[in-house]
């Protein structure tokens, strides 16, 4: 394995593991440093001990690159993978169909990677495209984007598409559900994006009569294209219950408006529950399984969504996310 390469391999599976993000970044900080050596300078540092002399490599990193520059794969390596999460079993039919991910975060707001890297990463996956989806304005602990920082992010979007062609960063938004159900954006600037994820993300315990109605207005809205997160659950650590809501109404909705339902495969959410999954697949809806990822790292979490929704019985062809980046759009536009 290529030294830089498997400074990025490490930064990858560190935060599948959920390590700190500095220490990500500090694999990721040295692969650039060794990314712009020869690969004789680097041999040679590696042969006299002093890659440490280097800003920002210390003695774990260097002892990766001595490892991949030898041809061994890098012990460091190797002992992460031994203690990374489970294989969960199932999904791989299914994952193997996925062409993109409708919902993920870049450093713009509160992912902890530039957009680049987090297409990067996508493509290195064998996706075709990566719907971009900082959060909206109102969510100010995540870093929100305010209607001015959206566009400017649109304009970073299609110089990055311009470089990374064939692969395509589609533009989007997870905008947050407010109170009353409309959005938390600009209608017109919305209309800009080509995926709009709604999530609520405040006042989960509302009376189930007003978060059906708060649901209901999001989903009847013709800029929302996925339902994300629907039940807003955290399973780990203290959790956090589901919201309650008519979930006949709300996926009877999502179906006569086409709007798909997010199986979010984050291991901390694993958003909807399997009855409430199979519930709107009797509705007849659409779905999207996605990482929700907030790092490179994390984009290989829609495995957690595949395996659940093949579990439930979804099928591929009712899954956005088995499209092409042309065919996605077009659904979302329409």
């Keep these: 394995m290529e030294a830089a390469r498997a400074l990025r391999t490490v930064a990858f599976h560190l935060e599948r593991a959920g390590e700190p993000t500095y220490r990500v970044a500090a694999f990721r900080r040295a692969a650039d440093v060794v990314a712009g050596l020869s690969d004789d300078e680097l041999a040679e540092r590696v042969r006299r001990g002093t890659l440490t002399d280097l800003k920002g490599i210390g003695k774990r990193i260097a002892e990766v690159v001595a490892d991949a520059v030898a041809g ?9 993978l031994a203690r990374a999460e489970p294989e969960v079993s199932g999904g791989a ?27 990067e990463a996508a493509g290195e996956l064998g996706h075709e495209w990566l719907a971009l989806t900082d959060h909206s ?24 598409n311009a470089e990374l062609a064939p692969f ?66 955290l399973v780990v650590g203290k959790g956090r219950p589901e919201s309650e809501f008519d979930a006949d109404a709300v996926f009877d909705a999502c179906r006569e408006y086409d709007v798909a339902v997010e199986i979010n495969s984050r291991p901390d959410r694993l958003d909807p529950p399997r009855r409430l999954l199979r519930r709107a697949l009797d509705a007849g809806c659409r779905f999207a399984i996605d990482s929700d990822a ?23 062809d009712r899954v956005v996310n088995t499209w092409r980046a042309d065919d996605v759009v077009a659904w979302a536009k329409a």
Excluded: F
């Design 72 to 80: 061994r794969e890098p012990e460091y390596l190797r002992r992460l």
């Design 93 to 119: 039919e299914l994952l193997a169909t996925l062409k993109g991910d409708c919902h993920s975060h870049s450093d713009w707001s509160d992912g902890g990677s530039p957009i680049r890297e987090m297409a």
């Design 137 to 160: 304005p109102r969510l100010t602990v995540a870093r929100g984007l305010s209607a001015e920082r959206l566009r400017e992010q649109l304009d970073v979007v299609a110089e990055l």
């Design 168 to 233: 395509r960063i589609l533009t989007g938004i997870e905008v947050d559900i407010l109170d009353d159900g409309t959005l938390d954006q600009e209608p017109a600037l919305l209309n800009r994006l080509d995926v709009v994820v709604a999530s609520a993300h405040s006042k989960l315990r509302m009376p189930k009569p007003a978060m059906t109605r708060r649901l209901l207005a999001a989903v009847s809205n013709p800029r929302v294209n996925v339902l994300g997160h629907c039940t807003g659950r």
């Design 294 to 316: 907030h790092a490179p790292g994390q984009l290989a979490w829609q495995r957690y969504g595949c395996a659940r929704a093949e579990e439930c019985g979804v099928p591929a």
